[in-house]
């Protein structure tokens, strides 16, 4: 019997830079970034800017930060973020909306993760003493919990129409953005005019190894700079890791189709298999289900029996995850074994 190969479906952030893009960072010329001396550095940060329409952006060395950051720079201590209640910056960047920013949120209940402008103008508070003040709007796009859904830039624009009417700062978690734009077709211009600030990540479907990049006004990265700098994100020859972004902005959006078409692959299976009870509606690079006469747990060991992996997200939820480390072939090993086990 072969040693089967690893099939690793748990995240788009275990992809692992292809020689091409190794090659690329080897000949990345680079300079002291703090000095902001790191041509590479100021090429990506330049570059993602000028795709977005936005003034400039920040290279931080992680989606949290770029993150945290945003919510930083967009609140004072006592202030109050409406999010999604599955969110990212909400369940898995610890509690550093608090930690960091002083803050406190008001979560808003969402299947696909996805918020709209009825449920957010509800959940703004009354400016009274004893509530904390409504600051910031953060949604994601795509949404991770919420089964890789996205916004489209109509619906995205209502939500910022609300904010500036309302006077909210709006932030959107665009970890995955490209998932959504090569799904709409939508240019990142567009969103650019839309948001004060907006997050990229490159280390997950784009498949550099390190780094997201914040975006917004010439002021607002300046300051965001400080800060990063405080949280020890002042990083020197980086070049190195931005060679690797501008290698995946230049070569590895278009291909996340093919990611997608693999999730709605795997979903047909699922919805042929009697123990799965629940299948969100899939979108992008991101399958979320449910499953039943079998705790998720059992079915994630089942299937790392035969080297597949996937996460439980709890007792009854799966989340699996395509990526360019996965390929037809892959799918259609992942396929038959999921069929076995949940049917
Ligand atoms: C992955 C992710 C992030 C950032 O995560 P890091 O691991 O810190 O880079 C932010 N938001 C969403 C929705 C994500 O999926």
Known sequence: MGKNVTIDLRSDTVTKPTQKMLNAMLKARVGDDVFREDPTVNQLEEKIANLFGMEASLFCPSGTMANQLAIKLHTSPLDEMICAS????????????????????KGIDSSNGKINPIQIEESIRQNLDWLPESKLVTIENTTNMGGGTYYTLSEASAISALCRAKGLKFHIDGARIFNALVETGESPSEWGKIADTISVCLSKGLGAPVGSLLLGTSTII???????????????????????GIYALDNNIKRLEIDHKHILEIANTLRHCSLVKEIK??????????????????????????????????????RIVTHLGITKEMIHTVKNKIATILS
């Not at 300051?223 to 980086?238: D, E, N």
């Open 86 to 105: 599955n969110a990212h910056v909400l369940n898995y960047e610890s509690a550093g909306y608090s930690f960091l920013s002083g803050i406190s949120y």
């Open 222 to 244: 300046q300051k965001a700079r400080k800060i990063r700098k405080v949280l020890g994100g002042g990083m020197r020859q980086v070049g190195f890791l931005a060679a690797a």
């Open 281 to 318: 509606p899939p979108a992008t690079n991101i399958l979320v289900f449910k499953i039943a006469g079998m705790p998720s747990a059992r079915f994630v060991k089942e299937l790392e029996q035969v080297d597949i992996f996937c996460l439980a997200i709890d007792s009854e939820w799966i």
